[in-house]
């Protein structure tokens, strides 16, 4: 404001179309309050509209997507604008965002690909069971004319990361990407990992609790999660956990047949042989290869890491120190191609190029709560200025419009992000989507 007012000037650039960390405090509505704020001091705006980096079949695509017409009618055909009330200026203010969304593409760009396929599925087991012969074929009809690393596959959170590197590194693709590469980042190592855990410290009640209530566990037992949740939970309610007796002996007194096949042996051998030959023991025992194929390479990995490390850390107990302190570059499923298929999120895609852009997953997944997905629980401001946090049912809308309102406000910031993460993972790419 003193720059102004002495003659000075502020530029700013922003995208409100890219805005996808409103979880991190993102706000758009920011890069409006500025431009009002200063409305006094001869605002002028200027909108880019020529698209530098994609190709004519890329820029036209995401014209007709984005387009006023074309958002207008998925709103309302997909049941957003009843989830808004049908309030015009709740579904005014989400298309006002695109409303500057056409481009033109630079002259020389004539090419450009995109292809879409929409899949039916009833649940995530069959989709993942469609979706993973396609990624694999599309894959190998795009080597023929694309290096590994000018492709991105780009999904909505890490798990989808995981499970995608997972399928690759199956099929024998160079495949790079961030998180998920960790090999002590997969769910199912992490399992195996607690087991050793209660192994070297069979006192260590959450690490075992842990192993039993996980999928390697559930699946080589037929024994469901949550059977083995309410156990404990009913240990809990008569006070026995914490008690003079350990999880693992309360276990072993109700479980006595699984206790013997799959976990006797090695609880009485586990300080007798190598971490190495205790962890191969343990992938044939608990069937976890051939329960859970699509992750044998983190399996693999794994062990492969624990044979490098066995001169240093030669115990259990040395292995486990280590595997809370290593450094990151040693837990990498190793990509040993210098051409890689990237695999990443959309929120880690924002501003890179691709040649190929591959988005198995593509989808709005509206979720308005403040917490968990079904969580029904609202964060507002009072009265105060500090934030309250309320819990909203269908019904408590119903009877009260504050609710409603409260409701309408954070389906609309949801419905907002959602549009954008699709927004950004349609656009600045290359050639072929």
Known sequence: REALSTGGSLFYVGDKKQAIYRFRGGEAKLFDAVREEFTHFNVKNAYLMKNWR????????????????????????????????EKKE??????????????????????????????????????????????????????????????????????EVELVTSWLLEAGFPVESEKTLNVIENSLVKEIISFLNFLY?????????????????????????????????????????????????????????????????????????????????????????ENFKKNQAFFMKFLELIKQKEDDYVGLGELLSYLKVA???????????????????????????FGVVIIPFLRMDISPETGEKGSSSYVVPNRKGDLGIVRITKNHRVYSPLLQEIYIQSYRKACTDELNNIYVALTDRKSVV
């Open 90 to 159: 709740s579904i005014d203010e989400i298309l006002d965002i695109f409303k500057d969304t056409k481009q033109k593409q630079r002259e020389d760009n004539v090419g450009g690909y995109v292809y879409v396929e929409r899949i039916e599925e009833k649940n995530k087991q069959e989709r993942d069971e469609i979706m993973q012969p396609k990624v694999l074929d599309l894959l190998r009809e795009l080597k023929r004319r694309f290096q590994y690393e000018d492709i991105a596959i780009l999904t909505r959170d890490n798990n």
């Open 327 to 353: 450094p990151q570059e040693e837990l990498y499923v190793n990509v040993v191609h210098s051409s890689s298929v990237k695999v990443l999120t959309i929120h880690k895609s924002k501003g890179l190029e």
């Open 201 to 289: 410290s069979p006192l260590d009640d959450l690490s075992f609790a842990s192993f039993i209530l996980g999928e390697v566990f559930s699946r080589l037992t037929n024994i469901a999660c949550r059977d083995i949740a309410e156990f404990i939970f009913s240990l809990h309610k008569e006070g026995k956990i914490g008690g003079h007796l350990p999880l693992y002996r309360l276990f072993r007194q109700n479980y006595p047949e699984i206790w013997n096949q799959y976990i006797d042996k090695f609880f009485k051998t586990a300080g007798f042989i190598s971490p190495y030959e205790l962890v191969i023991s343990i992938y044939q025992a608990l069937k976890v290869t």
């Open 54 to 85: 994609s190709q004519r079949a890329i820029v036209e695509f995401n014209n007709k997507v984005f387009s006023r017409e074309n958002l207008k009618t998925v709103l309302y055909s997909s049941g957003i604008a009843k989830e808004l009330g």
